[in-house]
């Protein structure tokens, strides 16, 4: 039984059914995806900076009372790895359950195939994202 959610685990599958030249493809597919923040985000209020990220990246966690985790990120349109990495635990984990969320194996991303396409510096900001988004868990349930 795998631990990653369903809609994560289809993010992995999409990716290892790809030829890795063509998985940097969709990474950024990935970031482009990203919603955009509601309003109550707009001046980054209530957001969290990953400082390990190579570039700004902001991000809330809402956890609803015995219900679903949303995600919120922002991310400059000019740092499309940084926008694909929260694209993948966006489209991953926006409605799973805190447990489904604090679950996931901190090393997932290395199911992605990215290792050889993108610095081990900007996998520890996708590791660091995750990290984030489960104290966020941790702190809210």
């Not at 990474?27 to 990220?53: H, I, K, N």
């Not at 902001?58 to 929260?86: K, N, Y």
């Not at 900007?122 to 590791?127: F, I, S």
């Amino acid at each position: 039984m795998s631990a990653l959610p369903a809609p994560l685990e289809e993010v992995v599958e999409d990716f290892a059914a790809v030829a890795p030249r063509d998985r940097l493809q969709l990474l950024l597919e990935m970031g482009q995806e990203l919603p955009a923040l509601p309003e109550r985000f707009a001046s980054r209020a209530g957001m969290e900076q990953v400082q390990e990220c190579q570039s700004p990246l902001f991000l809330a966690v809402e956890v609803e009372q015995a219900g679903p985790v949303h995600l919120w990120f922002d991310a400059p349109a000019e740092a499309p790895t940084t926008r694909g990495f929260a694209g993948i635990l966006r489209t991953g984990l926006e409605g799973a359950s805190a447990e489904q969320v604090l679950a996931v194996p901190d090393d997932f991303y290395v199911r992605l195939g990215l290792a050889e396409l993108v610095s081990p510096l900007r996998l520890r900001g996708m590791a660091a994202m995750l990290a984030r988004v489960k104290g966020q868990v941790r702190a809210a349930s």
